[in-house]
């Protein structure tokens, strides 16, 4: 969540179906711009925490679930608005990866945000990207290739 006149340090985890290189997202909705829009899991680092703790922490919060950092892809720094609030983050992305293999094969994984419900599900960045659909942040499609 944006706090107005604050950077927020988050870190996000792209974890990379290995079958067919899918990204596990989840959708959002900007009523501003009455589009959706996916982005890798993850959230706030927080003070005293390294990226890699709050990853698997963040993971293990809203999926319920253990992952393993890979490396660390980049760093980034997003300046956007989002529901008409200015944000401004410092993004750390990590490849990462399931530690029980079997959750590549589920199509959606239950996902909670706070108190709402949702969930993860697989996307493969090129598609969005030709379909005009953002995936944020905006650079990880290029990140990705290769991976």
């Known amino acids: ?6 950077i927020r340090a988050l870190v996000l985890a792209a974890i990379v179906r290995p079958s067919d290189h899918a990204l596990l997202v989840f959708r959002g909705w900007n009523s501003r ?8 899991l993850g959230g706030g680092i927080e003070f005293g ?9 963040e993971i293990q919060e809203e999926l319920g679930v253990a992952i393993r950092p890979v490396r ?12 008409g609030v200015p944000g401004h983050e410092i993004v750390i992305v990590w490849l990462a990866e399931f ?15 706070g108190d709402q419900q949702s969930v993860a599900l697989w ?3 090129a598609r969005l990207q030709a379909q005009g ?15």
């Not at 711009?33 to 890798?40: D, E, G, M, N, V």
């Not at 760093?75 to 608005?81: K, M, N, Q, R």
């Not at 530690?99 to 945000?113: C, H, I, S, V, W």
């Open 99 to 113: 530690t029980d293999p079997a959750l590549y094969l589920e199509e959606t994984l239950p996902y909670t945000e």
């Open 72 to 83: 660390k892809l980049a760093t980034l720094e997003s300046i956007f608005v989002h529901e």
């Open 133 to 147: 659909i953002p995936l944020y942040p905006a650079e990880l499609t290029g990140l990705l290739q290769g991976v």
């Open 33 to 40: 711009k009455a589009q959706h829009f996916y982005r890798p």
């Open 123 to 125: 996307v493969i960045p």
């Open 1 to 6: 969540m944006a706090v107005e006149g604050k």
């Open 49 to 57: 925490e390294t990226s890699q703790q709050a990853l698997q922490r």
